[in-house]
């Protein structure tokens, strides 16, 4: 009584090698799109750019409509955001 042989072998190495294309295949997936998304930001035309000056100036009408337009307040509150408060003695 002969007891059969399991090669596991290439069993076993096809299933690595199956498992391991497949995570290459994801993370070169995302980095496609990382690339996409970070070139359409930086590359004109800039998508956000109209609607970002239509708020810009919604927000100072409203601003400007109901106080003493506090232009200096809001210019000294995105640099103290932006640039940071060490600058601003």
């Known amino acids: 009584m002969s007891v059969p042989v399991r090669s596991t072998g290439p069993a076993i190495s096809e299933r690595a090698w199956v498992a391991t294309r497949h995570v290459l295949e994801e ?44 232009l200096p307040r809001i210019a000294v509150a995105f640099q103290n955001t932006f640039v940071g408060f060490a600058t601003t003695a």
């Open 27 to 70: 993370f070169g997936d995302m980095m496609i799109l990382t690339g996409k998304t970070i070139r359409s930001a930086i590359r004109p035309p800039y998508p956000y750019g109209g609607e970002l000056v239509s708020q810009f100036l919604f927000t100072l009408r409203l601003v400007c409509s109901r106080f003493v337009c506090p």
